[in-house]
């Protein structure tokens, strides 16, 4: 079984509406050459999604990079891990050297784009990768994309307006940490103020439907952090942070390495930790 440590995509690198894009940067030192071909490969195959309409732009000054990390920092299993620190806004997608792995990349692109990750199921956004699964995206992973195109950050639950059930799920959720949770608008990895601004900057004032919209909220912080295994498949863990965090998803053991430390740089050098 194979891991992938996730973390989460900042939303910040996202321009909403149908010019959905993704600013980046490559770094192919450390590992095989063609990263990125391989790359370009993961990022045809979510672009081809009918309705998905999303481009991907090489950008020296991108504040995402996909790079390879330290080989001799992650487990056998590990393939591939996407740290964000904050204050600062780098997102860093680091993949294991000694074992590229397309579905790794795809992945770990699904996170770029904002999409939450999926335990226990066959998407592409499940953290960890099952025998046969996660090499094609699946129809909930088109779904999941089409849907993150349509509908502004603001509306948390996907109903096409921003309102009272909208703030509900952010009270709701407030203060969480976690992985691209729908209700950090921000993109920063955590639910507080910043979130609830930007949510009262898009709000509609009216009174609030007798019917609730569907619950329509994904990525329960729960199943994002929780460690649950079942026999021979997934669990998540999520290790979160003031400063940064990371979201690892494996095979069921703890690590020892902190996922920030998988790219072997010096804490401090990198400016944060
Ligand atoms: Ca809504
Ligand atoms: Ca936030």
Redesign the pocket.
């Known amino acids: 079984m194979r891991r992938l440590w996730g973390a989460l995509a900042a939303s910040t690198l996202i321009v909403g509406g149908a010019a959905f894009a993704v600013d980046y940067r490559l770094n192919a030192e450390g590992g095989p050459g063609d990263l990125g071909e391989r790359v370009a490969r993961a990022f045809e195959r979510w672009a081809a999604v009918e309705g998905g309409e999303v481009r991907f732009n090489e950008d020296p000054a991108a504040p995402a990079v996909i790079r390879y990390g330290d080989g001799t920092r992650f487990g056998p299993d590990t393939l591939s891990l996407t740290v964000q620190r904050t204050p600062e806004t780098e997102t860093r997608v680091l993949l294991n050297p000694t074992a590229p792995d397309e579905r790794a990349l795809l992945h770990e692109v699904g996170l770029l784009l904002g999409l939450a990750p999926a335990p226990l199921t066959q998407s592409v956004m499940n953290p960890l990768l099952g025998p046969g699964a996660g090499a094609e995206l699946t129809p909930a992973d088109e779904a999941a994309l089409r849907a993150r195109v349509a509908f502004a950050p603001e509306?948390?639950?996907q109903?096409g307006?921003?309102?009272f059930?909208?703030l509900a799920a952010l009270a709701a959720a407030y203060g969480s940490r976690g992985v691209n949770l729908p209700e950090d608008i921000t993109g920063d990895g955590v639910v507080d103020g910043a979130d609830l601004e930007r949510l009262r900057a898009a709000y509609v004032f009216g009174a609030p439907a007798e019917v609730p919209p569907e619950a329509a909220v994904e990525g329960d912080p729960e199943a994002m952090t929780g460690g649950a295994m079942t026999g021979g498949a997934m669990t998540g863990g999520a290790l979160t942070g003031e400063e940064g965090r990371a979201d690892v998803a494996g095979g069921g053991e703890a690590d020892a390495d902190a996922p920030d430390d998988l790219d072997g740089a010096d804490d401090a050098a990198e400016g944060g930790l």
Do not use: G, S
């Open positions: 509306d948390i639950n109903d307006v921003v309102d059930y909208d």
